[in-house]
């Protein structure tokens, strides 16, 4: 099981219901997507257009995976959600495939 670093910054979207997955050893809850989006082997801007259109289907509160390759991610979805209003949930990096947990701001 992946365990999402919290990060400071807002982010974006999800689409089929969000749920709980459980409390980490930092007594966090850690939020399960209600939808996957996959970008790996795009590189910038793509993941960025692309998450942007997938929030947009989304409701608030709902979470988006994203996965991809491009090291550039993490700056992008720190720069991005914060000019969003969405929140960035976490980032983790398995292999060459960063995981990125997106919130819908309300």
Do not use: Y
Not at 8 to 36: L, N, S, Y
Not at 37 to 58: E, F, H, N, R, Y
Not at 69 to 95: C, F, H, Q, Y
């Amino acid at each position: 099981m992946r365990m999402f670093v919290p990060v400071r910054r807002a982010a974006i979207v999800g689409e089929i219901g969000c749920a709980v997955r459980g409390v980490p050893k930092g007594g966090r809850m850690v939020e399960q997507p209600t939808e996957i989006l996959d970008c790996k082997g795009l590189q910038c801007p793509l993941p960025v257009i692309k998450t942007s259109q997938a929030i947009k289907k989304l409701q608030p509160g709902e979470v988006l995976e994203l996965l991809a390759t491009d090291p550039g991610v993490e700056p992008d979805m720190n720069a991005w959600t914060s000019r969003t209003g969405n929140e960035l949930l976490g980032i983790t990096k398995e292999g060459d495939v960063f995981h990125v947990l997106l919130k819908r701001g309300g």
